[in-house]
């Protein structure tokens, strides 16, 4: 066996990064073990197209909860782009008319409202849900970087009951219902319940308000913003900053086992050892390797993402239906395509029954019109951008057993964002150089395979309240970071890790502190 380390790290993703650079800061000797050719997981930017000089970012894409406290504490060099445009929603049954949230203009937004609903109030009526929400971000997301909180404190914190009530006890959709009166606007809202999340807006297991909670809280205000230079500069700035403190960061070596007692076996035989091990791969995958290193108890469940994403390159923006809004308007913020709280619980509905909803909701957005350096200097003249569709309700059931295919539920995507356009999607693809079409969609099978994803899920399981019972044993550093994986001497991470989920470095830093507190005993 190789010689022992502080902290090995089974996993080279974002959160395997901000937990190397941590424990390397501090003094410990940590090793980073990532099978693929690089590092940064699924928070990379490559170029898809042989021959096309753009740079995107494949899977993850916009940034909201990554804590201004790692970015300082690791003097990372990241630019992230606040962007103006919130969304733009054309009406499924009339996409001349569309509401376009303007975060610079509230009175046109108000017109907006107006104009695509008939409503004049509902425009002050979303505002306002929105403004319910804000207590929650200011009082929960300044503890996302510390020991988890108990439920009275953060629920007191909060200082509503009946916002924490509406949100944390009872199913989303009631909460939507009473604050909005269209569908649309219900819709609107809703879909932040659902990115990589399978549910209706009444499931009473409440795993739509977890997704939601998250993404209404990220950086205290719940804006969501642009990195600049794609996804991959966060990735790589987190790499400086690990290599840079001494972490040692290996590709190319896949871990096949590891024993609770922080011994793990590579591919080609080689074991190194560790005084505490890090996973930054789901739950479910660490379960795995811990049986196949010997350890036992029971299987844990295979998670189940619920997810399509394509990836586009245009010659140009798609002329749309509604002419009173400019596409460089509506396609810079999040463009939402058949998303009324109707359409997304039918939706459910159909996939729950085995196929594809018609029409598949999604949203989609421009990266490149808030950061166009993703793009070379040829392609940037010519007025290309790139466009990104997220497609919700497709669970991973799906495509599992062969079913359904990638093809199927792009033509799915594709019909779904045809019908609010003035034009179809493909007449504005741009081509590589062969004449192929720059289009690759990415389903929760592909994300299993390449990047060991179980179930395709971009959460590696269900999303945890990022908060401690009142009542919950909070005895060790695992348990009070939220980072426990259940066996003594390893420590969860990554996105499986409680509070963990999208590209934060929140389950990184936690299993860090935790860590340096285990090593200093």
């Not at 990638?406 to 995507?413: E, F, G, P, S, T």
Request: some cysteine; hydrophobic content about 40%.
């Amino acid at each position: 066996m190789s010689a022992s380390r502080d902290v090995v790290i089974i996993g080279g993703g974002h959160n395997a990064l901000v937990a190397a650079a941590y424990l390397a800061r501090a003094g410990r000797t940590v090793t980073v073990l990532e099978r693929q050719d690089h590092v940064g997981g699924a928070a990379v930017s490559e170029r898809p197209w042989a021959g096309v000089d753009a740079r995107l970012s494949r899977y993850s894409y916009l940034v909201s909860l990554l804590p201004r406290t790692v970015i300082d504490d690791l003097g990372l060099r990241i630019r992230l782009e606040r962007r103006r445009y919130s969304s733009y929603t054309p009406l499924p049954d009339d996409p001349s008319r569309g509401i376009l949230i303007d975060n610079a203009d509230a009175a046109a937004t108000a017109a907006s409202f107006a104009r695509a609903t008939g409503d004049a109030d509902e425009a002050g009526r979303f505002a306002r849900f929105s403004e319910r929400l804000a207590p929650l971000g200011a009082a929960l997301f300044p503890t996302v970087t510390a020991p988890l909180p108990r439920e009275h404190d953060a629920r007191a914190a909060v200082g509503d009951d009946a916002l924490w009530e509406a949100v944390t006890a009872r199913p989303l959709g009631e909460f939507l219902r009473d604050g909005l009166q269209t569908d649309i606007a219900r819709g609107i809202a809703f879909t932040d319940g659902l990115i990589g999340t399978f549910a209706r807006s009444d499931d009473t297991s409440l795993r739509q308000n977890r997704c939601f909670l998250y993404h209404v809280i990220g950086g205290g205000t719940g804006d969501w913003d642009v990195p600049v230079g794609g996804m991959g500069a966060v990735s790589g700035e987190l790499e400086r900053a690990a290599r840079g403190a001494g972490a040692e960061i290996r590709t190319g070596a896949e871990v096949v086992a590891a024993s609770p007692d922080g011994e793990v076996t590579l591919a080609d035989g080689e074991r190194l050892g560790a005084r505490v091990l890090l996973s930054g791969v789901g739950a479910a995958v660490l379960d795995r390797l811990l049986r196949a290193g010997g350890a036992a108890g029971t299987e844990a469940p295979t998670p189940e993402g619920a997810q399509i994403k394509v990836n586009m390159l245009l010659s140009r923006l798609p002329r749309l239906r509604d002419t009173a809004v400019d596409p460089r308007a509506a396609f810079a913020g999040t463009f939402h395509i058949n998303e009324t709280l109707s359409q997304l619980d039918a939706a459910y509905d159909r996939a729950a029954e085995g196929g594809i909803p018609d029409p598949l909701p999604a949203e989609i957005y421009c990266h490149s019109l808030t950061d166009p350096s993703i793009l070379g200097p040829e392609l940037r003249a010519s007025g290309a951008q790139t466009l990104t569709l997220f497609g919700l309700q497709v669970p991973h059931r799906l495509v599992a057993d062969g079913a359904v295919d990638r093809d199927a539920l792009w033509v799915a995507a594709q019909r779904s964002l045809d019908a609010v356009l003035a034009e179809p999607i493909a007449d504005v693809l741009h081509r590589t150089p062969d004449g192929s079409p720059c289009v690759e969609a990415r389903t929760t099978a592909d994300l299993e395979r390449d990047l060991g994803m179980l179930g395709g899920d971009i959460f590696h399981g269900d999303l945890s309240w990022p908060w401690a019972a009142d009542d919950e044993p909070l005895e060790t550093p695992a348990d009070r970071w939220g980072v426990s994986s259940g066996v003594e001497g390893v420590l969860l991470c990554g996105s499986s890790a409680r509070r963990g989920g999208a590209v934060s470095g929140i389950g990184g830093h936690n299993a860090a502190m935790a860590a340096l507190e285990m090593l200093s005993r």
